[in-house]
């Protein structure tokens, strides 16, 4: 009888699925043992152990196996490697007749090809040759199994995704991670934006911002800050733009009505020259801020602007001022898509009095002395323009500075008591008290974000032409909840959270840096004698926290108004926050400061993450089971309704602890109908309290049928009884919005 060919015996060694099995596990998987052999083919050690022995004996026997003595386990040979790959091409020839489709990322229809998946594994997540042909393999197996008509990439990289998982390959995972939103949140998102009166521009920047939400916490923040955030300790601000933009901008708009405004790489089309007159001016400073608001998240401050725009209105008259004025704030307000603040000085600073005063032309015209009545004249022109709109003017705000100078001048005076109408009637304008030596340099945005000297010394540098980085919160109601109300833990926590929030804030500030050296920031880094617009390196770094008096509250057992025991313990546990900050301040380009930022969204969804983990009857918060949200912005909730001298006692002493960023709101009472009594209270404020930034508060309601603003609410119009055209202006955090009533 012939001898049977070598090759014969081969194809009958794996003519048994069972062996071909064996083979392709370790072709995928690499050595195994011999019970994780029978654990990955399900066979039972009591009932399968003779018949898997000898399918064993059989692969050794004809060399397509071997044992690997040293770690007692099997792998394959040369031979057997070969013998799987030849195996497979057989499969992928049998499968070229019922080839599937695959709908790609490029919207359009391809064939299969398992190459593609060991390209994108090696490409998009590092993973080895050898490795990623492995999976691979196993991918394509498994999706030849699916009866469909068509695949999708999301789809292929799901099945991707469970076959690392399965591996323990969760690092190679997490880079393969596809981001975007599922079907039903782009259709809640469009809802929620219909509710929020918001137009289709505002749907497409939050959409957009989902998903680079979901790449800040998967590649660029490390794992235990993005759970942080994710779990509820700590939020992180403007995560959609984490990785783009800087927050806020404290211009300097001397630097364009010197230089103008260049043409830039993806910037302006052309070049504008240094403007000629008042009119030109301002359109130049409404281009700036329409180009920044692309380069930036939140609130663009332009501080000092009626004491620098004075040598250009030299030679006007009031009318005419008052007019181009008018003009520029309507078309901030319709243009600008980012908040505006406009700081306005009712007496020329000392430090600027003696600076070189840029006019028409690029020029310089004498001092910024010489220019006081202009720069009067400007303020109350701005004063004056919103006074005559029928509606509150939102957007720009207005920041009114008040200096100890301003109660002896009389112009200073009258523009002050036309600021206080404007508060009184339309609620708009802040007041920053510059009275106190420490705050002879502040700049405020109307955000409350503050910037001052303390940083290198220089007020110049440490104000203008830099801004705000970002801010990250701490949940201090979660810190202590967490510590089982222990004191000790407690402020454990605090250290530790504090440590992610200054790491968080240092991995953007880097990014940004990043994105500044890539050119995708053209606006902000343009230069002039090689020094750039934007100090990015003297950004202000902010640590701002929630729920301060909800934290007390579970301590001690009444809120910080409640006692002054309460009081203590707030103050400890800010004091402990800002010299905890102290200490990451004294490394270079790092200026970080504590804040009491307003964040109306993360007070919500902190304090709804920790009642789902603690529950309602535990966690202490605002607005009950149905609208649950922590205190921000300030210490004690706007409705304590404490006498106002007990409330400005207690916020001054944060103010102080958090000079990144504060704003007090104070009620106006409905029968308050005299500036005279607002500006009353001012001179009590810049006298006797240390309040940094203040603004006078009170809902509004507006018919938009027949123009006409109310005070409190007001269901149907008084005048022409409309319904439907009736608006809400409420104050949420730092600003006023706007609801219809039936959203209410």
Same mark, same amino acid.
């Given at each position: ?18 062996? @071909? ?15 994780? $052999? ?40 040369? @031979? ?5 790959? %030849? ?43 050898? /490795? ?23 789809? $292929? ?31 809640? /998102? ?66 364009? +009505?010197?230089?103008?405004? &260049? ?14 007159? +008042? ?9 700036? @801020? ?20 004075? *040598? ?57 002395? #010489? ?35 301003? +109660? ?27 009275? *106190? ?15 001052? &000297? ?15 980085? #970002?801010?990250?919160?701490?949940? @201090? ?42 050119? /995708?920031? *053209? ?12 100090r990015l390196e003297n950004s202000s770094r902010l640590v701002g926290f929630v729920g301060l008096n909800e934290a007390v509250q579970s301590i001690s057992g009444s809120p910080i108004h409640g006692s002054e025991e309460s009081l203590k313990a707030a103050i400890e546990i800010v004091t402990f926050l800002s010299r905890e900050l102290e200490n990451y301040s004294k490394r270079p380009e790092a200026r970080f400061n504590l804040s009491m930022v307003p964040c109306e969204g993360a007070a919500r969804r902190l304090a709804e993450l920790d009642i789902e983990r603690y529950g309602l009857a535990k966690v202490r918060v605002r607005g009950g089971r149905r609208n649950p949200v922590y205190t921000d ?16 006692? $207690? ?71 409309? %319904?439907?055209?009736?608006?809400? +202006? ?6 006023? %919005? ?5 959203? /209410?």
């Amino acid at each position: 009888m012939p001898r049977e060919p070598l090759g014969v015996k081969v194809l009958k060694a794996v003519s048994s699925p069972i062996r @071909l099995r064996i083979l392709d596990l370790l072709m995928n998987r690499g050595p195994l043992s011999y019970t994780e $052999i029978m654990n990955l083919l399900k066979l039972k050690p009591s009932r399968d152990a003779g018949r898997f022995a000898y399918h064993l004996k059989t692969l050794l026997k004809m060399d397509l196996i071997e044992p690997d003595v040293e770690k007692k386990k099997y792998r394959l040979t040369g @031979l057997g490697r070969k013998l799987v790959e %030849v195996a497979e091409e057989i499969e992928e020839s049998a499968f070229q007749r019922k080839r599937m489709l695959v709908r790609t990322s490029r919207l359009s229809l391809e064939y299969f090809e398992r190459s593609k998946i060991a390209e994108s594994l090696i490409k998009e997540a590092g993973v080895p040759a050898d /490795l990623a042909q492995s999976i691979a393999r196993e991918a394509e197996r498994r999706l030849t199994k699916l009866r469909t008509k068509y695949l999708t990439a999301p789809l $292929i990289r799901e099945f991707v995704n469970a076959i690392l998982i399965e591996r323990g390959l969760e690092e190679y995972r997490h880079k393969l991670t596809r981001l975007g939103l599922p079907v039903y949140d782009v259709t809640q /998102l469009i809802k929620t934006m219909s509710l929020k009166a918001a137009d289709v521009e505002a749907v497409h920047e939050a959409a957009g911002d989902a998903v680079l939400e979901e790449y800040a916490l998967l590649n660029i923040l490390p794992r235990d800050i993005a759970d942080a955030h994710i779990s509820g300790s700590l939020n992180i601000n403007n995560l959609g733009c984490w990785i783009l933009k800087p927050y806020g901008i404290m211009h300097d708009i001397r630097f364009f +009505f010197k230089h103008g405004l &260049s043409a830039g790489p993806s910037l302006v089309k052309a070049s504008r020259k240094p403007p000629k007159s +008042f009119e030109s001016a301002l359109s130049m400073t409404v281009e700036v @801020l329409k180009l920044a608001a692309r380069e930036s998240i939140g609130e663009q401050t332009v501080d000092f602007f009626n004491v620098f725009l004075a *040598p250009f209105v030299e030679n006007m008259n009031r009318d005419e001022v008052r007019e181009v004025i008018h003009n520029f704030l309507i078309e901030v307000n319709h243009i600008v898509s980012r908040g505006v603040s406009i700081g306005i000085e009712l007496i020329t600073p000392e430090f600027i009095a003696e600076a070189p005063a840029i006019g028409p032309n690029g020029k310089t015209f004498g001092s910024y002395r #010489d220019f006081a009545g202009e720069s009067l004249l400007i303020a109350s022109s701005i004063i004056k323009a919103m006074l005559d709109e029928e509606k509150p003017l939102l957007n720009p705000s207005v920041i009114v500075k008040i200096r100890a100078e301003a +109660f002896k001048d009389e112009g200073a005076q009258r523009t002050l008591m036309e600021a206080h109408r404007l508060a009184l009637e339309k609620g708009t304008p802040y007041f920053a008290n510059l009275v *106190p030596k420490e705050q002879m340099y502040a700049s405020y945005a109307a955000t409350g974000f503050r910037l001052a &000297s303390e940083w290198s010394g220089d007020w110049e540098l440490d104000t203008l032409r830099t801004g705000i980085m #970002d801010s990250v919160i701490i949940n @201090l109601p979660r810190a202590y909840y967490d510590s089982g109300g222990d004191r000790g833990r407690f402020f454990e926590h605090l250290h530790d959270r504090m440590e992610m929030a200054t790491r968080a804030l240092e991995i953007k500030y880097l990014t940004i840096k990043q994105r500044a050296g890539e050119r /995708l920031l *053209p606006f902000l880094t343009q230069c002039r004698n090689g020094d750039p617009y934007y100090r990015l390196e003297n950004s202000s770094r902010l640590v701002g926290f929630v729920g301060l008096n909800e934290a007390v509250q579970s301590i001690s057992g009444s809120p910080i108004h409640g006692s002054e025991e309460s009081l203590k313990a707030a103050i400890e546990i800010v004091t402990f926050l800002s010299r905890e900050l102290e200490n990451y301040s004294k490394r270079p380009e790092a200026r970080f400061n504590l804040s009491m930022v307003p964040c109306e969204g993360a007070a919500r969804r902190l304090a709804e993450l920790d009642i789902e983990r603690y529950g309602l009857a535990k966690v202490r918060v605002r607005g009950g089971r149905r609208n649950p949200v922590y205190t921000d912005m300030t210490a004690v909730p706007a409705e304590a309704g404490i006498p106002l001298r007990e409330y400005l006692r $207690i916020e001054e002493q944060f103010h102080r602890l958090a000079p990144g960023s504060h704003l007090t709101p104070i009620p106006i009472h409905e029968k308050e109908d005299e500036p005279e009594n607002l500006l009353s209270t001012t001179r009590e404020i810049v006298n006797a309290h240390k309040i940094g930034l203040y603004t006078y508060s009170r809902d509004m309601t507006y018919c938009s049928n027949c123009d006409r603003l109310f005070y409190g609410e007001a269901t149907k119009c008084p005048v022409c009884g409309s %319904v439907k055209n009736m608006v809400r +202006f409420v104050r949420k955090s730092a600003k006023y %919005v706007t609801k219809p009533l039936n959203a /209410l």
